[in-house]
């Protein structure tokens, strides 16, 4: 309650994206002074792609992009982070604004365009890290992407690179061709196209689980081509879903959206579509890899939903801005 007040009164009148900024200082300075620590519990334990995780539910990728807030979020109680998405290539992302509430929708529309550090510089921020606090880290994820000043034609090269920098450094590794706002990203989700890509990523994982993260607005046939794409190959799992481009079901008035311009739709209204791919995977996988649920996962309800229809952890990340500090810990806590 407490935090929905502070969203309301402080937060809801910044830009987004100004807020964002501000909390990941926040956070970063709770962390150096001991604050986020006096958060941690222990929940318990999920085994996935032979990882041990605190708890069934993470972060998503989208919130640490380059990896400065891999503690004080497991403070927080994110049984792991997924950081990223992570570019061979350093990028600005795309032209402000980029990112906006809808706060009657309990979502978000956001075209941040993959802006990140790059490989070099966050490989070389895990490095540290791990130097520093070894197994005293949580599961690290790390989701990458294709360079926006890399032509789809050269992607693979573009994922190997990254690949072949971060292993070293992650617990998993998270492919994604399914954001909608880099310039013909998606258009690799298509299995001809895919497939080199996924061989490629898990040639340098040094034995790392892979997944592939698809977004929900596949056809039913295309998610089941990538999900046997990924059992032929040996991944790990598919993590479901990514963004939509979809504005279907908005309470949001049309105008408003549509001054918003174009971007992936994430929070709540994601939920049902989200589960429905889940089941599924769930069932034409039958068990044979994990499947990790992310769209619209707000209470601890919703998470015991998505592992009782077949998911092996659950990720968020919308629910978070709108819900507060104590969110992954209430929802980790209850499961």
């Known amino acids: 309650m407490f935090y929905k007040l502070i969203f309301k009164a402080v937060f809801s009148k910044l830009d987004p994206e100004r807020a964002h900024h501000l909390v990941v200082a926040a956070l ?42 891999i503690r004080p979020l497991a403070d927080l109680g994110f049984s792991h982070i997924e ?47 791990r130097a520093k606090y070894g197994d005293k880290l949580p599961i690290i ?16 090269a573009d994922y190997e690179t990254s690949a072949k920098l971060l292993s070293p450094f992650a617990d998993y590794l998270a492919v994604n061709v399914s954001s909608p706002n880099t310039p013909g990203l998606r258009s690799l989700q298509e ?50 879903t990514n963004t939509t481009i979809s504005r279907e079901g908005l309470t949001t008035d049309q105008e408003t959206i549509a001054a918003m311009g174009s971007g992936g ?3 709540a209204p994601l939920a049902n579509k989200s589960l429905e791919v889940l089941r599924l995977l769930s069932g034409h996988l039958k068990g044979e890899m994990a499947v990790i649920s992310v769209g ?12 009782q229809n077949g998911a092996t952890l659950v990720q968020g990340y919308t629910g978070f801005i709108y819900q507060g500090p104590l969110w992954a810990r209430e929802l980790n806590r209850t499961n």
């Open 28 to 69: 970063r300075l709770g962390s150096l002074l001991g604050v986020t620590r006096l958060f941690k519990s222990h929940f318990r334990q999920v085994e996935a792609f032979g990882l041990n995780f605190n708890g069934p539910f993470g972060i998503a990728a989208g919130f640490d992009k380059n990896a400065v807030l």
């Open 191 to 240: 299995v001809s196209a895919l497939r080199p890509i996924l061989i490629a990523v898990k040639n340098q994982s040094l034995g790392l689980p892979v997944l592939v993260k698809i977004a929900p607005d596949l056809a039913n046939e295309d998610i089941l081509a990538i999900a046997d794409l990924a059992v032929e190959l040996g991944l790990a799992g598919v993590i479901a």
């Open 265 to 267: 739709l994430s929070g």
């Open 296 to 307: 619209g996962v707000e209470t601890a309800e919703d998470v015991e939903l998505r592992l």
């Open 141 to 156: 994820g790390v989701n990458i992407g294709k360079s926006k000043a890399v032509d789809v034609a050269n992607a693979v």
């Open 83 to 129: 950081i990223g998405t992570v570019t061979a290539l350093a990028q600005p992302g795309n032209e402000r604004p980029r990112l906006f509430r809808l706060v009657k929708d309990r979502a978000l529309i956001n075209r941040m365009g993959f802006n990140n550090d790059g490989a070099y510089a966050v490989a070389d921020r895990l490095g540290r890290l």
